[in-house]
């Protein structure tokens, strides 16, 4: 749940960015190509991402012009110069980066020593793109208590140092694209913001509600700096830094095929905000969404489409193309120029919305502009009563531009959905595999126990379809659809088990208690009279295979030494449940036009179909 502010204003916004920009062209300077696959990595990139311009601390010789600190002091000079205030009035220091310029003592530590400050309570966040929110909450729930008056929240980043030519050149894998993917994606900045008790004259800038979730217990690593490429190792298991160094352990590394995860969870957790009546997107009049890379854009559009969510292209703001992605910085840089650029007006709503690659971590802030003498009444969420079902599922499993009657119905799926995933990435199949402990034996094992429970989904689908009648019968062809589509996805499973070396015949194979019991629902629902509850059944298990699924191959490619055509069901679920899902959104539109109150009866579906499918999960 969120946590709501009454008492906290923001009163200024800085921003440092060191020397002059850099162009794509002129990047080669600072951040040299190393070789040819470098330099298509590069283009690659660059075409991609939208940034035209960017700084760096270090001049074209690699040396360090500004430093870490003294980057950060430069914000917060800035910051106070616009509020008019002095450091002396200012007791608390929270800050947030991904590291400092020593690995101790902490970042705020230093910056208030750059600063010359008085003696004040500091706070050190460390981490990726969210730290920096990490320390706004933190400085926020200070002054909200009282203990404080007038807190300093700040970020910076300095990645230009690790990225230079001269710590590339000796190293022996040149090519590893995600230790280069970075270089070209990340850059210097800093930013400040001041967060006051008592509001100024005229309008006031008034910090609502922070929200922030990590989901590293279902996720591995997807961005890390001192970690082996295989992350096997820290950098402080070598015998000398020389050794980790040449070991690429002090790479800053991301694994680009973990980022899809990354945005559908963060708009599953923005979907569950909404559920729960924190914000509507109709509201929004100022959304600043931070994202790495302008390729990610038509991502976060589409992904807030499909929930049927949508924000307007022209309320969205970003300066990515201009200064660059600062990782903790950047949003604290996107408000400072967004506070200078625009004009704002009493009422309307700015939110934050900062995705973290680290280890898959989402944060939301809502700000609203409030005429000094207008008093702001506090967010209540506007929850439903409790229903005969507890609301939540999938989201991102629908068409664009839903019906508008479907998209209750879809933002509550989207909710449950969130909890859901995160318990199966959590089962213990799921986080062996995660925690890189997967064999051939666990594949095998897995496969074993899923084949059978497959076989039974094209039969449970054709009862189901015998069972309708009435209004409902017109439903029968898409579901038969569907049956046929299913009906020789077992054989394929049960393929993928020999080439792991199964032996056991396709009839010695057994459900584990959870695909027994998940069965026995799913056929005693079918054989009830109209049983469209099953419309949620079939949610959970093309919404695994189409969000789940993907996101699994690549380890299990990884870990698992087997070639190919061992893992062709997950590689075909993976390409075409989207498509099944698109079948599943006409067949829920052609069902509540004919009855709104099915809307009940699917999700209550779908929350038994889930706990179930988890069941057979953790027995595996």
């Not at 080669?28 to 590069?42: E, G, L, Q, V, W």
């Not at 109709?282 to 790495?292: A, G, K, M, Q, R």
Request: aromatic share 8%; hydrophobic share 45%; net charge negative.
């Amino acid at each position: 749940m969120p946590i709501q502010f009454e008492h906290v204003y923001l009163a200024a916004a800085g921003l440092h960015l060191p020397g002059p920009a850099i162009n794509n062209e002129e990047m080669d300077a600072f951040i040299a190509p190393i070789n040819r696959i470098s330099m298509r990595i590069k283009s690659r990139i660059l075409a991609e991402n939208g940034i035209q311009t960017r700084h760096y601390g270090i001049d074209a010789q690699g040396q360090t012009v500004e430093n870490h600190a003294q980057m950060a002091a430069a914000a917060v000079h800035h910051c106070l110069d616009k509020a008019q205030v002095s450091l002396d009035k200012v007791s608390l220091l929270a800050v947030g980066s991904s590291g400092g310029d020593a690995l101790m003592p902490g970042f705020a530590n230093m910056i208030q020593g750059e600063l010359a400050a008085p003696p004040m309570q500091t706070v050190s966040c460390q981490g990726v793109c969210a730290a920096g929110v990490s320390a706004i909450e933190f400085a926020a729930q200070a002054i909200e208590l009282g203990s404080h008056q007038q807190a300093l929240a700040v970020a910076a980043e300095m990645p230009s140092r690790m990225f230079k030519k001269s710590r590339f050149a000796p190293r022996s894998y040149q090519s590893d694209f995600d230790a280069h993917f970075l270089r070209w994606m990340l850059s210097d900045g800093a930013g400040a913001l001041l967060l006051s008790r008592q509001p100024k004259a005229g309008l006031n800038i008034k910090l609502k509600w922070i929200h922030q979730k990590s989901f590293s217990g279902d996720y591995p690593v997807c961005m890390q700096l001192g970690m082996t490429e295989d992350r096997s190792q820290s950098f402080l298991d070598f015998a000398s830094s020389g050794e980790a160094e040449a070991a690429g352990a002090m790479s800053l590394r991301q694994d680009i095929r973990m980022l899809p995860q990354l945005f559908d969870v963060c708009i599953h957790e923005y979907v569950k905000l909404v559920d729960e009546g924190w914000i509507k997107s109709t509201n929004i009049d100022h959304f600043l969404c931070h994202y790495s890379s302008a390729k990610f854009m038509p991502v976060v559009e589409d992904l807030l489409a499909k929930a049927g969510l949508s924000i307007p292209p022209e309320r969205w703001y970003s300066n990515l193309a201009t200064r660059g992605n600062t990782g903790a910085a950047s949003i604290f840089i996107m408000l400072a120029d967004f506070l200078r650029t625009k004009t704002l007006k009493a009422g309307e709503k700015i939110f934050c919305f900062i995705p973290e690659s680290g280890r898959i971590s989402a944060a939301y802030m809502l700000f609203e502009v409030a005429d000094e003498g207008t008093s702001s009444q506090p967010i209540t969420p506007t929850i439903a009563a409790p229903a005969p079902f507890e609301p939540n599922i999938p989201a991102p499993h629908q068409a664009e531009n839903a019906p508008l009657a479907l998209q209750p119905l879809l933002t509550q799926l989207a909710s449950l959905w969130q909890d859901y995933r995160s318990q199966v990435w959590r089962s213990p199949v799921i986080s062996q595999l995660v925690s890189q402990r997967f064999d051939v034996a666990s594949y095998r094992n897995w496969t074993a126990a899923w084949v059978p429970q497959v076989r039974e989904g094209s039969l449970w689908m054709r009862e189901a379809a015998a069972s309708l009648s009435g209004d409902f019968a017109p439903l029968a062809s898409l579901i038969e659809l569907h049956a046929d589509d299913e009906q020789h996805d077992f054989e394929i499973l049960y393929q993928d088990y020999q080439a792991a070396g199964g032996e056991l015949p396709l009839a010695a194979l057994k459900r584990n208690p959870g695909g027994e019991a998940l069965n026995s629902y799913l056929h005693a629902l079918a054989a009830t009279p109209n049983p469209i509850g099953l419309l949620g059944a079939i949610y959970i298990i093309e919404g695994t295979g189409q969000r789940i699924v993907p996101a699994l191959l690549p380890m299990l490619r990884q870990q698992v030494s087997l070639p190919p055509q061992a893992f062709k069901f997950l590689e075909y679920h993976g390409a075409n449940d989207e498509h099944h899902l698109a079948r599943w959104l006409a067949a829920v539109e052609i069902t509540l036009a004919i009855d709104p109150k099915a809307a009940i009866a699917i999700l209550n579906t779908a929350k038994r179909c889930a706990q179930l499918y988890l069941m057979q999960f953790e027995h595996i």
